[in-house]
């Protein structure tokens, strides 16, 4: 079967750093996606990784290792509207499968 | 980007009765695919809508239930039939403009409610 573990929820105050976790297990590959959702909106996407390493976005930088079907999303200097899901994606040939998602708390 | 509208935004339904969910982009994309999300979870694909054919559905998804047209490039229904209080769930189409599906946007979801 196919499967993206994530952890389900993370906590961390402003200005911090955090990282969340992504490990796979999929047919196929061609690609880590990083999609945001704030509740009652829709996903919205951050990131993506074809190849090995990290891609950075301002304050968020994705990285995956292909060998360890694992990859994270680090977010940084962290902002209360930083609260929301997060789900990584990935991609085969003609669809996306998205992880279980984690819920970010930034707190005060 | 590509900006994505659905319609409607919500609704109430009885339990046994058809809803029909729109989606409608503002230029044309390569790939179509609605989602379903319950309450706290996942995004779990429906199937993807395919231009001039039938869609392809995921597994424990069938056409029957969630039958899906996809007239032109910017354009597709969705239809919950014979709903029941299971069905009650946010639908989302997305869209994808470049070849590939990493990169999808989301329109806005449909969430819907079986009494």
């Known amino acids: 079967g196919q499967s993206l573990e994530q952890p389900s929820e993370v906590t961390a105050v402003e200005g911090a750093i955090v990282q969340i976790n992504c490990t796979y297990q999929?047919?196929?590959?061609?690609?880590l996606s990083w999609y945001q959702q704030h509740d009652g909106g829709a996903p919205t996407f951050l990131s993506y990784?074809?190849?090995?390493g990290l891609e950075e976005t301002g304050r968020f930088s994705s990285f995956l290792s292909r060998s360890d079907s694992y990859g994270y999303l680090l977010l940084q200097e962290l902002q209360m509207k930083d609260s929301a899901s997060y789900f990584c994606a990935v991609g085969s040939t003609d669809k996306l499968i998205f992880g279980t998602g984690t819920r970010l708390q930034v707190f005060p | 980007s590509a900006v994505i509208s659905q319609k409607p935004s919500r609704d109430i339904c009885q339990r046994g009765t058809s809803l029909t969910i729109q989606c409608q982009v503002d230029s044309q994309v390569t790939m179509m695919f609605w989602y379903r999300q319950q309450p706290g979870q996942s995004l779990t694909l429906i199937a993807t809508a395919n231009q001039g054919s039938e869609a392809t559905y995921e597994s424990g998804f069938v056409i029957d239930k969630f039958p899906i047209s996809r007239p032109n490039l910017t354009f597709s229904t969705l239809t919950v039939s014979n709903m029941s209080p299971e069905d009650s769930s946010i639908y989302l189409c997305?869209?994808?403009?470049?070849?590939?599906?990493?990169?999808?946007?989301f329109g806005p979801g449909t969430r819907l409610t079986v009494l």
């Open positions: 997305s869209v994808v403009r470049l070849q590939g599906p990493d990169t999808q946007y």
């Open positions: 990784n074809a190849l090995d």
């Open positions: 999929t047919s196929g590959f061609y690609g």
